[in-house]
């Protein structure tokens, strides 16, 4: 399995992060994509999949919620990492107009300064979005002929919202969100519709801890190695075997990032 979203520099990992990657392996993680999400934790993520070589790669990029906190629209660290070996992906990157914690004309600048740089790298990018899909999509469609591929990582919209992903050549990442009963009831309706060849599984590590787990971990810390049961419930949800779900999931995430 392929894990493409993990948030290994969060302080939550601080304590066991060498415990954490054994675990996933000993699970059947065999790589995991390190997200990085702003100016500080691009590096960091770098830093470590450069420690976890041939299992660790990871993205550089500044999430919505930290795009007041670029000045410079070049993204030059960004693209710095972005020369290193283990770096496979620009973002993540988007729009996020559930919390506003950047004034939206400037997500949507440090959106449009991302795909830039992507297309210039030729690098696929790595995307967020939520409660924004008008804007996103009149902001990425234009530049998808330019970039080699993108992934919308932890999908939780809608059926239409799915269908013009799907439509525009979009790979789509699911987490543990189909996990939740509550939640996640639309998503797992709508999952039977992904392709077989544009599907990626995630974690999305250490937030989304599957809520179905049995038995409940101790800790709310979501971990690369509850993958499995992710990959499980996604095979139920679309009445395929693990195995197919798997096999199809590395496929995709082996040929978008050229693991």
């Known amino acids: 399995m392929i894990d493409i979203g993990v948030n290994l520099a969060s302080s939550r990992f601080d304590k066991d992060r060498d415990d954490v990657v ?6 059947g993680v065999s790589a995991m994509l390190l997200t990085g999400t702003d100016l500080e934790t691009s ?10 070589p041939d299992f660790a790669y990871s993205t550089a990029g500044v999430h919505p919620h930290d795009a007041k906190s670029v000045d410079d629209l070049s993204l030059p660290t960004i693209c710095e990492l972005a020369s290193q070996p283990q770096v496979v992906a620009i973002g993540e990157c988007g729009l996020d107009f559930n919390r506003d914690f950047s004034p939206r004309p400037q997500q949507e600048a440090v959106f449009e300064a991302h795909l830039r740089l992507a297309a210039e790298l030729n690098m696929p990018v790595f995307l967020h979005c939520r409660d924004a899909h008008e804007r996103f999509m009149a902001i990425l469609t234009p530049w998808l002929p330019k970039l080699p591929g993108a992934v919308l990582h932890c999908f939780t919209g ?18 543990g969100w189909v996990c939740d009963e509550r939640r996640g009831e639309a ?18 590590a250490p937030y989304l801890l599957p809520r179905d787990l049995k038995p409940k971990p101790k800790s709310s810390r ?15 949800l679309r009445e395929q075997d693990t195995e197919h779900v ?9 040929r978008l990032f050229k693991l």
Not at 22 to 27: H, I
Not at 160 to 173: A, F, P, W
Not at 196 to 203: A, C, G, K, N, Q
Request: aromatic share 4%.
């Open 158 to 175: 809608s059926e239409d919202e799915l269908r013009e992903c799907l439509d525009v050549g979009l790979y789509i990442g699911i987490t």
């Open 222 to 236: 979501n971990e690369p190695c509850y993958l499995p049961h992710i990959a499980s419930t996604i095979a139920v």
């Open 22 to 27: 054994t675990r996933a392996q000993l699970a």
């Open 187 to 204: 998503l797992r309706e709508i999952v039977p519709l992904i392709p077989d060849d544009r599907l990626m599984i995630e974690t999305d």
């Open 246 to 254: 798997i096999s199809q999931s590395v496929d995709n995430t082996r």
């Open 43 to 52: 590096p960091q993520a770098a830093l470590l999949a450069a420690q976890y």
